[in-house]
């Protein structure tokens, strides 16, 4: 807004009201401002800030930047949530009939040639083997590899030869606040997993967390992260309460401890030590049992500049994505390669026991993802054969 919209002060019973609108033929935003009660002149106009939040105590978190407010008296340890929240916005999924599958699996019958619909064009251009056909048609595919959400294992399971891609429920794990509160049933997570919030659920926690570290004067930043895009889209790293507050309005987010001494890359080209990322392919075969499988080929992202712990809002210093941003060099290192240049910067710290213990976590991680029934877990669903790309920031 400019500097009107930004005058307007803060009321708990305003005379207007301010909303966003959007002129798509032009594609411009504009704040609209009207009144909602008389107003005379010379009267100060108001706006409620936090428009539609009833609750008291999140109503004053999100008023903190301007009613400052201690929230020392709240628990920096949320509670988990109930069943509501895991179905709370998202389209309900259905659960296969498993007694469907036992025939189709005491029989064992394997075609000699696999009939594949997929979405995904990598699939298309590199399975080329023999033993499976690319074909249009979904009701003729023996194998659905899907990159859009699919929900009716009921239906799936009715035609029992089919495998897919994907798990009923398996949200509980690709989608961040989800993810968060799935790995907290883990104890082990602390050592993997930085301090994590719902800025929607609880904003009051993560106040109260940020509040009594300010207070003891220590380091205090946080990532802040929407649910559900990835690509490096609308986060913001900062240790400003305030602005953290404004975030909160503008979707829904978790926010986390920023890891502000990472294990760092040295690359020669950008004269210092960088960010870097490393990316597993997981494959999921079973719930009961649980069995999955990690390649070991990993795929590697580096950050463009040398980290600091400051200039928050240069992406290629604080980000690793970088084949999604126009002129950005794209660093590609193989993994062989990649362990060389470990053992050089970091002999002490064998590349088999760093790997082992990712591969603990990610054990960890589906373990948890499977604690708990459906829809507060991964349900179990037989010809299914699903693909999770995890990446480990070091």
Same mark, same amino acid.
């Given at each position: 807004m400019d500097e009107i919209g930004s005058a307007i002060l803060h009321n708990d019973n305003p005379n207007c009201r301010l909303v966003p609108f959007i002129y798509i033929n032009e594609q411009i935003t504009y704040s609209i401002l009207f009144p909602i009660q008389d107003i005379d002149e010379e009267d100060l106009i108001y706006r409620d800030l936090a428009e539609g939040i009833t609750d008291s105590e999140r109503r004053s978190a999100i008023l903190i930047p301007w009613v400052p407010k201690s929230f020392g008296h709240i628990n920096i340890t949320p509670s988990f949530p109930g069943t509501d929240y895991f179905l709370s916005g998202h389209i309900n999924e259905s659960l296969p009939e498993l007694s469907n599958f036992s025939e189709i699996f005491s029989e064992k019958k394997i075609k000699p040639t696999l009939k594949v619909f997929t979405q995904y064009s990598l699939i298309r251009t590199y399975l080329t083997d023999n033993k499976y056909?690319?074909? %249009?048609?979904?009701? @003729?595919?023996? *194998? !659905?590899?899907? $990159? %859009?959400?699919?929900? @009716?294992?009921? *239906? !799936?399971?009715? $035609?029992?030869?089919?495998?897919?891609?994907?798990?009923?429920?398996?949200?509980?794990?690709?989608?961040?606040?989800?993810?968060?509160?799935?790995?907290?049933?883990?104890?082990?997570?602390?050592?993997?997993?930085?301090?994590?919030?719902?800025?929607?659920?609880?904003?009051?926690?993560?106040?109260?967390?940020?509040q009594h570290r300010q207070n003891e004067g220590l380091e205090n930043f946080w990532i802040v992260k929407p649910y559900n895009l990835a690509r490096g889209l609308d986060i913001h790293i900062t240790n400003n309460l305030n602005y953290i507050m404004r975030i909160a309005l503008t979707g829904p987010k978790i926010v986390q401890k920023y890891i502000t001494a990472p294990v760092l890359f040295y690359r020669p080209e950008c004269n210092g030590k960088v960010k870097f990322d490393i990316r597993y392919v997981v494959l999921l075969q079973s719930i009961k049992p649980l069995k999955a499988y990690v390649y070991k080929e990993f795929f590697?992202?580096?950050?463009?500049?040398?980290?600091?712990?400051?200039?928050?809002?240069?992406?290629?210093?604080?980000?690793?994505?970088?084949?999604?941003?126009?002129?950005?060099?794209?660093?590609?290192?193989?993994?062989?390669?990649?362990?060389?240049?470990?053992?050089?910067?970091?002999?002490?710290?064998?590349?088999?026991?760093?790997?082992?213990?990712?591969?603990?976590?990610?054990?960890?991680?589906?373990?948890?993802?499977?604690?708990?029934?459906?829809?507060?877990g991964i349900a179990e669903s037989p010809p299914i054969k699903s693909c999770l790309c995890c990446r480990s920031h070091a």
């Open positions: 056909e690319l074909i %249009e048609n979904e009701e @003729d595919a023996d *194998i !659905l590899w899907y $990159t %859009e959400h699919f929900k @009716d294992f009921e *239906i !799936l399971s009715k $035609t029992p030869e089919k495998f897919v891609n994907q798990f009923p429920f398996e949200y509980v794990l690709t989608v961040k606040d989800l993810l968060c509160i799935t790995c907290r049933r883990k104890k082990t997570s602390e050592k993997w997993i930085p301090v994590t919030y719902n800025l929607l659920t609880e904003i009051t926690h993560f106040v109260s967390c940020f590697l992202r580096f950050a463009n500049e040398p980290f600091e712990l400051n200039e928050f809002d240069v992406y290629e210093k604080h980000f690793t994505v970088m084949n999604y941003i126009d002129d950005a060099n794209l660093k590609h290192m193989k993994c062989e390669e990649f362990k060389i240049n470990w053992s050089q910067q970091y002999s002490n710290y064998p590349w088999s026991a760093v790997e082992n213990l990712i591969l603990k976590m990610l054990k960890d991680i589906l373990e948890s993802g499977t604690m708990e029934e459906p829809p507060c």
